[in-house]
Each structure stands twice: as structure tokens, then as C-alpha cells.
């Protein structure tokens, strides 16, 4: 167990360190960011003295070892734009981020697991059917279009919640609404096959068997068995969630990692960037790891090696 | 007939047949439309749908919304294409090729490719495009070089299972070449995978592509593509709801009816396969 996750660190941070040289390689050969960010009338002598100052006059080689030997020390450089550390910026919309996505999570717990659950055992019913095509369009509905909709009604028309920003609960109904929407189908599609699976099993029929309460045959027996899928696509999807708060944190101007990122993006302030590639990398492997952890007491039978 | 196969039908069905339905509509866009996607008319600006001549309304430079959500379809559809033959082609091949020789080059490969796939797909294509620079061309190529790797490792699993299968080890036993056996009997077994992954992935490149333009990266106004329309809309939604409303519902026609497309594939071809 423990080797196992130490193993798993081990690769983390090969992960990572990969996703940071491709991220640095790709921008370094795309071009000058000194002169995308300096004024239309600056002198030459001023870029070149900026970019001496930020080291883009070396070669290439030193350039990505210098590179290398910060971000070793967490330091990605200066941010253009802000002139702070980049890396304590992005760490700073963090929890606005983590936030969001926790909110969601939740929501996407308690409305699609009991969605893909009650499908599950009223199988063929127009319950089951409702619950089908709600989770077919919920997967078809792009996130950023539901967003645009829900701050039409309930911002622009009903006005009963703010179109975006931060401050009280109201704020966060919609961003999370959103960001849950796409992950809730596909969790509520894979509930309902998971439970189907489990349901034919045949210490299913002992427990009915037996006399059990069907609230207990579902409750305790069931769910605890189908959760393993579940928990697993939760996991690959932290990644996917993570790329939907980018969007999401755009529409509704929610202060967190993914709108600073965009913003970053489009004002070629790469030591961001380069600071948000590593969170991200970092976060992402960690949750993968966690819910392989979760494998192991969720299923003893699993050996973790 | 079973209640299951029934309401499994009335999906291929409906899936069918809204994805031919928006291909004619893509493809037809020039006649079916009933302006000129670029052509302004300040005059007009922001006219509510079912004004006469605009079915759908205006936008703020009076251009018709109907003219640009078709046009878009054209263009939301294209970009999908190419990216699914590309992803498709070049994922295949590098599973193909690394399922059946199984020497390090080829672990190397799926290490580097697992390494992609821990990262955020769309932040991934977003990211890449940023780099790259803007466009149609180059949505393409970053959408491409974010998603080949679904496609390797899906083929390269098949590969692997199909290699163990009776009939390959026969037909290796009596000593065809490897060459042969690749595309005699082990490609042939692998198309429906790479069918029914295409399918399933053909959306999400579309909505990727919707979001990243939405986000200012992508296609650039004023190419009518639904991501961008889209952002420009955020602009007007007091005043102009439709801006917001049509391009995001013929988005969600689109992903909707060939995600049905998809998943009927996928029960008919491989119904194992979890993409």
C-alpha cells in the first residue's frame, strides 16, 4: 500500500514535470511574448533592455535550465502583467476554484445518483424514460450556452440572481448549476447501468430472499456495490471539471484558477501559465491517486500494488 | 418486440435522422439561406426572430441570424471532420503499431500518452491554440493534437486481445508474414472500435472547438462560427436574447443527435467498449 503510493507520487511528479516541458518548448517556439505585450511606440533599446532583463536573450538550452531550476523551487518567474510571482497568483484562485468545484460535486452526488438509482429500479417505466432523456440532453447541452440561458431568466428577466462575480450564496447557484450539468448526466447514465449490473446479482436475491426492506436491499447492497464505477468516472472526470471551471469561471466572472488562466492566455503572460500547467498537473494526479486509495476501502477484495 | 429495443431503435431512429437532417442543412446552407452570412444592414440591427425576411432575427450589425447559425453548421461540421479523420488516422495508426510490436519505443509512447491524458482536454486544445495562434487551420491542429490519444489506446488494447485470439495465432503458426497478418486479420477486427470512438468523439470536438472560440481563442469573428457568435451575444443579452439563444441551440441539435448516432453505433458495433 504504501509502496503503491509512493510509486504513484513518483510518477505524479514525472507527470508533471513532462507537462511543463512540453508547455515550455511549445512557447518558446512560438515566437517574442516581449513584443506582443510592449506599447505599439516603444523604442528598440527599451525591448531589448526588457528582454534582457527577463533573460529571453539566451539560448534556448539555458534558458529551459534556469526554467527548470525554478520550478524546482516553485518559482515560475515574475508575472508580466501583474509583476508578481506567478505562481503565488495562481495559488491565491485556488480556493475560488476548489470551491466551485466542490459545490458542484455535490450537487452532481445528490441529484444524479439518486436520478441514475431510481432509473435503475423503475427500469422501463416513464420514470426511467424521463430520467433518459433528461441525462441525453444534459450531455448534449454545451455548459457555456446553459450558462448564457440561466443568466438570461434568472439575471436579465426574473432578476433574482447576480450575472456574475463573487460575495454571498446567490453568486454560486449558477457557476456550480452549470459546471454540475454535464458531469451530472454522464455520473446519473453510469448510476443506473452500474445499479442494473449489481440488481441481477444473485446476493441481490438472497437479501430479497430473505425478507429485507427494499430500501435496505438498495441502500445497503446495492449502492455500496455499484459505487466502484461511479467513483472511478468521478475521478477521470476531476480533469474534465477542471476544464469546465475554465469556461464557466469566464462566463460569470468567478475569480478562480481557470478564468485567470484564459486571461493569462490571451495577454501572453506565460510565467502564469507556466504556474497554472503545474496546479492543475499537480491537482489532477493527486485526485487520481485519492480515488485509487478509495478503491481499497470501498472494495477490500482490491489490492492496490 | 421488448420495451428495451423498442426505445433502443427509437433512439438509432432519432438519431439517424436529426444527424442527416443537420448534414442537409450544413451542406444546403448557401441555398437554404436567405442572406448573406457577412451582409450588414444597420437599418435592421437587432431585429426580434420573425421579422419579415430575418426567421430568426438580426444580430447588432443587422447580419441574419438565420444565414449565420446554417453557415455555422457548415463550418461547426468541417471542423469536426477534419478533426476526426486526423485524430482517427494518426491515433490509429500509433495504436495499431504499438499494440502489435510491443518493444520499448512503443511503452514509451503510451507513457507520453498517458501523460496527455492527465491533462484537462479542452485546457489542453486551449492552451496549444494559444501558442500556436489563432484560426481555422490551427483550432484543427490543436484539437487534433489533443485528442489522437483516446484513439491509441483504445486500438491499442483491441490489438493486444485480438492478437490472443485463435485465428491470428493460426494464421501466424502457418507462417503468414507480420506485415499481412497486421492488415489481413488484425486491422479488420479494430475498424468498428475506431468507428464507434470517431462517433463518440465527434461532438466533443465540436462543443471544444464551440467553447474555445466562445473563449476568444479558435475561429475569429466575423466567421460565423456558433462559439464566437456565442461570445459576441454575451453583449446584447438584454436586449437581444436570440443572439444567445439559436447558434447555442443548433450546438446542442448538433452534439445531441450525433451523440444518439454514437451510441447506437457503439450497441450495435462494441457494446463493451467504455470510451
Known sequence: ?305 | MSAALRRCQLKAWLGIGLTVAVVVAAGAAPWLAPHDPLATDFAASLSPPGSPGHPLGTDQLGRDLLARVLHGARLALFIGVCTVVITAAVGGVLGLVAGFVERWPAALLMRLADVQLSFPFILLAMTINAIVGLGLRNIILSLSAAGWVVYARVVRGEVLSVKQRDFVQAASALGMSRLRLLFRHVLPNVVPSIIVVASLQFSSFIVAEAAISFLGFGVQPPTPAWGSMLSESRDFLYVAWWLAAFPGAALALTALSVNLLGDWLRDTLDPKLRV
Open chain 1, 1 to 305: 500500500m504504501r509502496a503503491y503510493a509512493l510509486s504513484r507520487l513518483a510518477q505524479t511528479v514525472l507527470v508533471v514535470f513532462l507537462s511543463l516541458t512540453a508547455v515550455f518548448m511549445m512557447v518558446r517556439l512560438s515566437g517574442d511574448p516581449v513584443l506582443l505585450f510592449m506599447p505599439m511606440d516603444i523604442q528598440a533599446k527599451d525591448v531589448n533592455e526588457f528582454r534582457q532583463r527577463l533573460g529571453f536573450n539566451d539560448p534556448v538550452p539555458v534558458q529551459y535550465a534556469r526554467f527548470v531550476a525554478g520550478a524546482v523551487r516553485g518559482d515560475f518567474g515574475e508575472s508580466l502583467r501583474y509583476r508578481r510571482d506567478a505562481l503565488g497568483l495562481v495559488l491565491e484562485r485556488l480556493p475560488a476554484t476548489f470551491l466551485l468545484a466542490a459545490t458542484s460535486l455535490l450537487l452532481t452526488m445528490c441529484v444524479a445518483v439518486p436520478l441514475g438509482v431510481l432509473s435503475a429500479v423503475h427500469r422501463n417505466t416513464p420514470l426511467d424514460h424521463a430520467g433518459t432523456v433528461v441525462t441525453v440532453l444534459g450531455q448534449a447541452t454545451p455548459g457555456f450556452w446553459l450558462g448564457l440561458m440561466l443568466i438570461y431568466v434568472f439575471s436579465v428577466r426574473l432578476r433574482w440572481l447576480p450575472t456574475g462575480g463573487t460575495g454571498g450564496l446567490a453568486h454560486l447557484v449558477m457557476p456550480s448549476i452549470v459546471l454540475a450539468a454535464f458531469f451530472s448526466a454522464r455520473i446519473a447514465r453510469l448510476t443506473r447501468s452500474a445499479v442494473l449490473d449489481v440488481l441481477g446479482a444473485e446476493y441481490i436475491l438472497t437479501a430479497r430472499a430473505k425478507g429485507l426492506r427494499e430500501t435496505r436491499v438498495i441502500g445497503k447492497h446495492t449502492l455500496r456495490n455499484s459505487a466502484i464505477p461511479i467513483v472511478t468516472l468521478a475521478g477521470l472526470e476531476a480533469g474534465q471539471v477542471l476544464g469546465g471551471a475554465v469556461i464557466t469561471e469566464t462566463i460569470f466572472a468567478w475569480p478562480g484558477l481557470g478564468r485567470l488562466t484564459v486571461q493569462a492566455l490571451l495577454n501572453r503572460d506565460f510565467p502564469i501559465v507556466l504556474a497554472a500547467v503545474f496546479v492543475v498537473s499537480v491537482v489532477y494526479t493527486l485526485i487520481n491517486l485519492t480515488v485509487d486509495l478509495l478503491y481499497g476501502w470501498l472494495d477490500p477484495r482490491v489490492r492496490l500494488r
